[in-house]
Protein backbone atom coordinates (compact mmCIF):
# COMPACT_ATOMS: atom_id res chain seq x y z
CA UNK A 1 0.00 0.00 0.00
CA UNK A 2 1.41 3.18 -1.27
CA UNK A 3 2.73 6.09 1.74
CA UNK A 4 0.40 8.48 2.45
CA UNK A 5 2.92 10.94 2.66
CA UNK A 6 4.01 9.55 -1.11
CA UNK A 7 0.07 9.71 -2.43
CA UNK A 8 0.21 13.76 -1.14
CA UNK A 9 3.64 14.64 -2.39
CA UNK A 10 4.94 16.45 1.13
CA UNK A 11 7.68 15.05 3.54
CA UNK A 12 7.26 13.46 6.55
CA UNK A 13 8.14 16.70 8.89
CA UNK A 14 5.43 18.53 6.56
CA UNK A 15 3.27 20.73 8.03
CA UNK A 16 -0.69 21.01 8.68
CA UNK A 17 -0.60 23.54 6.14
CA UNK A 18 1.46 22.14 4.15
CA UNK A 19 -0.47 19.17 4.07
CA UNK A 20 -3.73 21.55 3.35
CA UNK A 21 -2.06 23.20 0.60
CA UNK A 22 -0.52 19.93 -1.43
CA UNK A 23 -4.24 18.26 -0.88
CA UNK A 24 -5.88 20.87 -2.13
CA UNK A 25 -3.89 21.35 -5.18
CA UNK A 26 -3.99 18.02 -6.22
CA UNK A 27 -7.18 17.19 -5.44
CA UNK A 28 -8.19 19.96 -7.81
CA UNK A 29 -6.20 18.29 -10.91
CA UNK A 30 -8.02 14.99 -9.92
CA UNK A 31 -11.45 16.13 -9.52
CA UNK A 32 -13.32 13.24 -11.10
CA UNK A 33 -16.13 16.61 -12.30
CA UNK A 34 -13.68 17.73 -13.98
CA UNK A 35 -12.16 17.17 -17.61
CA UNK A 36 -9.43 14.64 -17.27
CA UNK A 37 -10.47 14.19 -13.98
CA UNK A 38 -9.36 10.26 -11.62
CA UNK A 39 -11.66 9.15 -9.33
CA UNK A 40 -9.50 6.54 -8.01
CA UNK A 41 -6.68 9.01 -7.69
CA UNK A 42 -8.96 11.39 -5.64
CA UNK A 43 -10.29 8.70 -3.64
CA UNK A 44 -6.78 8.15 -2.80
CA UNK A 45 -5.87 11.24 -2.28
CA UNK A 46 -8.98 12.15 0.15
CA UNK A 47 -8.04 8.61 1.90
CA UNK A 48 -4.32 10.42 2.79
CA UNK A 49 -5.65 13.91 3.91
CA UNK A 50 -7.99 12.59 6.05
CA UNK A 51 -5.56 10.37 8.52
CA UNK A 52 -2.19 13.36 8.07
CA UNK A 53 -4.84 16.39 8.50
CA UNK A 54 -5.36 15.07 12.19
CA UNK A 55 -2.96 14.94 14.56
CA UNK A 56 -4.13 12.05 16.50
CA UNK A 57 -4.72 9.84 13.30
CA UNK A 58 -1.54 11.13 11.82
CA UNK A 59 0.34 10.40 15.02
CA UNK A 60 -0.83 6.18 14.58
CA UNK A 61 0.09 6.45 11.07
CA UNK A 62 3.26 7.42 11.72
CA UNK A 63 3.98 5.00 14.83
CA UNK A 64 2.26 2.13 13.03
CA UNK A 65 2.41 2.66 9.15
CA UNK A 66 -1.34 1.35 8.10
CA UNK A 67 -1.40 -1.33 10.63
CA UNK A 68 -3.08 1.57 12.84
CA UNK A 69 -6.05 1.53 10.21
CA UNK A 70 -6.38 -2.31 10.05
CA UNK A 71 -7.93 -5.32 11.91
CA UNK A 72 -5.42 -6.70 14.92
CA UNK A 73 -1.45 -6.20 15.07
CA UNK A 74 0.31 -3.33 16.75
CA UNK A 75 -2.92 -1.56 16.00
CA UNK A 76 -4.64 -2.42 18.57
CA UNK A 77 -3.51 0.82 20.78
CA UNK A 78 -5.07 2.90 18.00
CA UNK A 79 -8.69 1.25 19.10
CA UNK A 80 -8.00 0.80 22.75
CA UNK A 81 -7.12 -2.34 24.56
CA UNK A 82 -9.43 -4.91 21.79
CA UNK A 83 -7.04 -7.82 21.67
CA UNK A 84 -7.63 -7.95 18.04
CA UNK A 85 -10.25 -9.52 16.88
CA UNK A 86 -11.71 -10.32 20.26
CA UNK A 87 -14.31 -7.40 19.54
CA UNK A 88 -15.91 -8.72 16.94
CA UNK A 89 -19.13 -9.76 18.39
CA UNK A 90 -19.70 -5.97 20.17
CA UNK A 91 -21.47 -2.74 19.16
CA UNK A 92 -19.19 0.17 18.91
CA UNK A 93 -19.80 3.51 17.95
CA UNK A 94 -16.21 4.57 16.18
CA UNK A 95 -16.67 8.35 16.23
CA UNK A 96 -14.15 9.53 13.66
CA UNK A 97 -12.38 6.29 12.80
CA UNK A 98 -16.27 5.20 11.18
CA UNK A 99 -15.17 7.26 8.06
CA UNK A 100 -12.00 5.25 7.81
CA UNK A 101 -14.00 2.33 7.75
CA UNK A 102 -16.58 4.04 5.41
CA UNK A 103 -14.02 4.07 2.75
CA UNK A 104 -12.96 -0.09 3.21
CA UNK A 105 -16.80 -0.72 3.73
CA UNK A 106 -18.62 1.82 1.45
CA UNK A 107 -20.57 2.93 4.17
CA UNK A 108 -20.49 7.10 5.54
CA UNK A 109 -20.11 7.43 8.88
CA UNK A 110 -18.21 9.65 11.80
CA UNK A 111 -19.48 11.11 14.83
CA UNK A 112 -18.95 14.79 13.21
CA UNK A 113 -21.70 16.81 13.14
CA UNK A 114 -22.78 17.99 9.31
CA UNK A 115 -22.18 21.12 8.69
CA UNK A 116 -23.37 23.11 6.02
CA UNK A 117 -20.86 23.41 3.41
CA UNK A 118 -19.70 26.27 1.02
CA UNK A 119 -20.52 25.87 -2.94
CA UNK A 120 -18.26 23.94 -5.33
CA UNK A 121 -15.14 25.28 -6.89
CA UNK A 122 -14.92 25.79 -10.39
CA UNK A 123 -11.84 25.45 -12.47
CA UNK A 124 -11.15 27.33 -16.16
CA UNK A 125 -8.85 27.61 -18.30
CA UNK A 126 -7.77 31.03 -20.33
CA UNK A 127 -5.50 31.55 -23.75
CA UNK A 128 -3.95 34.85 -23.25
CA UNK A 129 -1.91 36.98 -26.31
CA UNK A 130 1.99 37.02 -25.08
CA UNK A 131 1.92 40.81 -24.12
CA UNK A 132 -1.08 40.66 -22.16
CA UNK A 133 0.81 38.35 -19.97
CA UNK A 134 3.33 41.08 -19.56
CA UNK A 135 1.72 44.11 -19.27
CA UNK A 136 -1.49 42.90 -17.85
CA UNK A 137 -5.34 42.77 -19.48
CA UNK A 138 -8.66 42.49 -18.79
CA UNK A 139 -10.56 39.73 -19.96
CA UNK A 140 -14.49 38.43 -19.55
CA UNK A 141 -15.71 34.18 -19.29
CA UNK A 142 -18.65 33.37 -19.36
CA UNK A 143 -19.66 30.88 -16.63
CA UNK A 144 -22.30 28.15 -16.19
CA UNK A 145 -23.15 28.44 -12.17
CA UNK A 146 -25.39 28.43 -9.51
CA UNK A 147 -26.16 31.47 -7.91
CA UNK A 148 -28.52 32.25 -4.30
CA UNK A 149 -32.01 32.37 -5.24
CA UNK A 150 -33.51 36.06 -5.02
CA UNK A 151 -36.94 34.92 -4.15
CA UNK A 152 -35.95 33.02 -0.87
CA UNK A 153 -32.64 35.11 -0.56
CA UNK A 154 -30.77 31.32 -0.27
CA UNK A 155 -33.19 30.10 2.18
CA UNK A 156 -35.40 27.61 0.55
CA UNK A 157 -38.07 28.37 2.55
CA UNK A 158 -40.87 30.68 0.78
CA UNK A 159 -40.64 34.18 2.09
CA UNK A 160 -42.60 34.78 5.71
CA UNK A 161 -42.56 30.94 6.36
CA UNK A 162 -40.32 29.41 9.11
CA UNK A 163 -37.55 26.66 8.65
CA UNK A 164 -38.38 23.81 11.37
CA UNK A 165 -36.59 21.54 13.01
CA UNK A 166 -36.43 18.30 11.35
CA UNK A 167 -38.68 15.55 13.31
CA UNK A 168 -36.88 12.71 11.92
CA UNK A 169 -33.05 13.95 13.34
CA UNK A 170 -34.16 16.33 15.93
CA UNK A 171 -32.31 18.75 14.70
CA UNK A 172 -29.01 16.62 14.72
CA UNK A 173 -28.62 16.17 11.37
CA UNK A 174 -27.90 12.87 11.49
CA UNK A 175 -29.60 9.64 12.17
CA UNK A 176 -27.84 6.64 13.67
CA UNK A 177 -27.54 2.58 11.91
CA UNK A 178 -26.28 0.01 12.70
CA UNK A 179 -24.09 -2.32 9.91
CA UNK A 180 -22.69 -5.45 10.11
CA UNK A 181 -19.03 -6.36 8.84
CA UNK A 182 -16.51 -8.80 9.04
CA UNK A 183 -15.56 -7.31 12.28
CA UNK A 184 -18.54 -7.13 14.18
CA UNK A 185 -21.73 -4.63 14.11
CA UNK A 186 -20.27 -0.99 13.86
CA UNK A 187 -22.86 2.04 14.74
CA UNK A 188 -22.23 4.95 12.95
CA UNK A 189 -24.14 8.24 11.78
CA UNK A 190 -25.48 9.33 8.67
CA UNK A 191 -26.64 12.48 7.17
CA UNK A 192 -29.98 12.87 7.49
CA UNK A 193 -32.24 12.12 4.56
CA UNK A 194 -34.97 14.31 5.54
CA UNK A 195 -33.08 17.49 5.75
CA UNK A 196 -29.97 16.44 4.59
CA UNK A 197 -27.88 17.27 7.37
CA UNK A 198 -29.10 20.76 7.93
CA UNK A 199 -31.03 20.08 11.15
CA UNK A 200 -33.78 22.30 9.76
CA UNK A 201 -35.95 22.36 7.25
CA UNK A 202 -38.58 24.60 5.66
CA UNK A 203 -42.29 24.39 6.67
CA UNK A 204 -43.19 25.56 2.77
CA UNK A 205 -40.46 25.08 0.19
CA UNK A 206 -39.43 28.27 -1.90
CA UNK A 207 -41.42 27.47 -5.37
CA UNK A 208 -38.86 29.05 -7.05
CA UNK A 209 -35.84 26.96 -6.42
CA UNK A 210 -37.58 24.10 -4.43
CA UNK A 211 -35.37 24.20 -1.72
CA UNK A 212 -32.30 24.33 -1.89
CA UNK A 213 -31.83 27.85 -1.86
CA UNK A 214 -29.60 28.31 -5.54
CA UNK A 215 -30.79 28.38 -9.29
CA UNK A 216 -28.46 27.86 -12.33
CA UNK A 217 -27.18 31.00 -14.25
CA UNK A 218 -24.75 31.70 -16.56
CA UNK A 219 -22.94 34.83 -16.15
CA UNK A 220 -20.10 37.34 -17.49
CA UNK A 221 -17.64 38.03 -15.21
CA UNK A 222 -14.52 40.56 -15.48
CA UNK A 223 -10.82 38.62 -15.26
CA UNK A 224 -8.12 40.81 -14.48
CA UNK A 225 -5.10 39.48 -15.92
CA UNK A 226 -1.59 40.78 -13.72
CA UNK A 227 1.55 41.96 -15.62
CA UNK A 228 4.06 39.63 -15.37
CA UNK A 229 1.57 35.76 -15.09
CA UNK A 230 3.79 33.00 -16.02
CA UNK A 231 1.94 30.33 -18.31
CA UNK A 232 0.16 27.52 -15.95
CA UNK A 233 -0.21 30.46 -13.18
CA UNK A 234 -3.78 30.38 -11.64
CA UNK A 235 -6.00 32.98 -10.84
CA UNK A 236 -8.61 32.66 -8.09
CA UNK A 237 -11.93 34.71 -8.19
CA UNK A 238 -12.72 34.19 -4.91
CA UNK A 239 -16.84 33.78 -3.72
CA UNK A 240 -17.56 33.71 -7.56
CA UNK A 241 -17.95 29.51 -7.75
CA UNK A 242 -21.08 27.79 -7.18
CA UNK A 243 -23.53 29.18 -4.32
CA UNK A 244 -23.35 26.78 -1.54
CA UNK A 245 -27.19 25.47 -0.23
CA UNK A 246 -29.35 26.81 2.10
CA UNK A 247 -27.69 30.00 2.07
CA UNK A 248 -23.94 28.79 2.22
CA UNK A 249 -20.73 30.49 1.30
CA UNK A 250 -20.40 30.44 -2.67
CA UNK A 251 -17.08 28.80 -3.54
CA UNK A 252 -14.17 29.90 -5.24
CA UNK A 253 -13.04 29.75 -9.29
CA UNK A 254 -9.94 29.15 -10.28
CA UNK A 255 -8.79 30.03 -13.87
CA UNK A 256 -5.17 28.60 -15.09
CA UNK A 257 -3.38 31.11 -17.75
CA UNK A 258 -2.14 29.64 -20.56
CA UNK A 259 -0.03 32.22 -22.87
CA UNK A 260 0.33 32.10 -26.65
CA UNK A 261 4.07 31.83 -27.92
CA UNK A 262 5.52 34.94 -29.09
CA UNK A 263 7.09 34.52 -32.58
CA UNK A 264 9.82 37.09 -31.46
CA UNK A 265 10.35 37.00 -27.85
CA UNK A 266 11.60 33.97 -25.42
CA UNK A 267 10.42 34.07 -22.17
CA UNK A 268 13.00 32.47 -19.06
CA UNK A 269 11.57 33.12 -15.94
CA UNK A 270 11.16 37.38 -15.49
CA UNK A 271 14.24 37.72 -18.06
CA UNK A 272 13.48 37.42 -22.22
CA UNK A 273 15.43 36.30 -24.93
CA UNK A 274 15.29 38.27 -28.46
CA UNK A 275 17.59 36.82 -31.10
CA UNK A 276 18.96 39.34 -33.70
CA UNK A 277 21.48 38.66 -36.87
CA UNK A 278 24.15 41.00 -37.27
CA UNK A 279 26.64 40.78 -40.12
CA UNK A 280 30.22 39.21 -40.32
CA UNK A 281 31.40 42.90 -40.65
CA UNK A 282 29.44 44.16 -37.72
CA UNK A 283 30.89 41.38 -36.11
CA UNK A 284 34.64 42.10 -36.39
CA UNK A 285 34.52 45.92 -36.92
CA UNK A 286 31.65 46.73 -34.32
CA UNK A 287 28.35 48.34 -34.91
CA UNK A 288 25.45 49.94 -33.11
CA UNK A 289 21.76 48.23 -33.92
CA UNK A 290 18.53 48.53 -32.90
CA UNK A 291 16.84 45.90 -30.98
CA UNK A 292 12.75 45.38 -30.60
CA UNK A 293 11.41 44.94 -27.32
CA UNK A 294 8.11 44.56 -26.11
CA UNK A 295 7.45 47.72 -25.34
CA UNK A 296 9.65 49.74 -28.09
CA UNK A 297 12.61 50.02 -29.48
CA UNK A 298 16.21 50.52 -28.20
CA UNK A 299 19.71 50.89 -29.45
CA UNK A 300 22.52 48.49 -28.76
CA UNK A 301 26.29 49.10 -29.15
CA UNK A 302 27.80 46.16 -30.91
CA UNK A 303 31.34 46.19 -30.05
CA UNK A 304 34.11 45.02 -32.31
CA UNK A 305 35.23 41.56 -32.62
CA UNK A 306 32.04 40.28 -31.19
CA UNK A 307 31.54 36.45 -31.05
CA UNK A 308 29.10 34.43 -31.86
CA UNK A 309 26.52 33.90 -29.72
CA UNK A 310 27.20 36.92 -27.61
CA UNK A 311 24.20 37.80 -25.05
CA UNK A 312 23.67 41.60 -24.58
CA UNK A 313 21.59 42.26 -21.32
CA UNK A 314 19.14 45.23 -21.25
CA UNK A 315 18.31 45.82 -17.90
CA UNK A 316 14.86 46.40 -16.73
CA UNK A 317 13.37 45.70 -20.17
CA UNK A 318 11.90 42.39 -19.20
CA UNK A 319 9.12 40.58 -17.51
CA UNK A 320 7.50 42.26 -14.86
CA UNK A 321 8.10 40.58 -11.31
CA UNK A 322 4.40 39.83 -9.86
CA UNK A 323 5.43 39.95 -6.13
CA UNK A 324 7.49 42.94 -6.22
CA UNK A 325 8.44 46.18 -8.19
CA UNK A 326 10.59 46.14 -11.26
CA UNK A 327 10.98 44.23 -14.08
CA UNK A 328 13.43 41.29 -15.62
CA UNK A 329 16.20 41.90 -18.02
CA UNK A 330 15.80 41.94 -21.83
CA UNK A 331 18.70 39.36 -23.49
CA UNK A 332 19.76 40.17 -26.63
CA UNK A 333 21.42 37.16 -28.58
CA UNK A 334 23.61 37.73 -31.36
CA UNK A 335 23.45 35.47 -34.54
CA UNK A 336 26.57 36.59 -37.06
CA UNK A 337 25.07 35.26 -40.21
CA UNK A 338 27.14 33.87 -43.35
CA UNK A 339 26.34 34.99 -46.58
CA UNK A 340 25.02 31.80 -49.12
CA UNK A 341 25.50 34.26 -52.24
CA UNK A 342 28.39 37.14 -52.98
CA UNK A 343 29.28 39.19 -55.46
CA UNK A 344 32.88 39.01 -57.70
CA UNK A 345 34.22 42.24 -56.12
CA UNK A 346 33.25 40.77 -52.22
CA UNK A 347 34.96 37.02 -52.99
CA UNK A 348 38.12 38.80 -54.57
CA UNK A 349 38.11 41.29 -50.57
CA UNK A 350 37.67 38.38 -49.04
CA UNK A 351 40.39 36.39 -50.78
CA UNK A 352 42.51 39.10 -50.26
CA UNK A 353 41.50 39.26 -46.41
CA UNK A 354 42.35 35.31 -46.51
CA UNK A 355 46.05 35.41 -47.73
CA UNK A 356 46.86 38.36 -44.95
CA UNK A 357 45.67 35.77 -42.42
CA UNK A 358 42.35 37.21 -41.14
Given at each position: ???????????????????????????????????G???????????????????????????????A????????????????????????????????????????????????????????????????????????I??????S???????????????????????????????????????????C???????????????????????????????????????????R?????????????????Y?????????????????????????????????????????G?????I??????????????????????????????????????????Q?????????????
Open positions: MKDYYDILGVSKTASDDEIKKAFRKLAHQHHPDKKGDEAKFKELNEAYQVLSDSQKRAQYDQFGHAFSQGGAAGSAWGNTGGYGFNTADFDMGDLGDIFGDFFGFGGGRRKEHVAKGEDLAFEMIVDFNDSLFGAKRESVARTVCGHCQGRGAEPGSPIETCARCQGSGQVMSIHRTLIGNIQTSTKPDCKGQGRKPKHVCRTCNGPGVLKERSTLEVNIPPGISDGGTLLGGQGNAGLYGAPAGDIITIRIRPDKIFARHGNDLVVRVPISFTQAVLGDTITVSAPDAYEVQPAGTANGTMFRLRGLGVPYTNRSGRGDLLVHTDIIVPKHISRQRALLEQLRDEKL
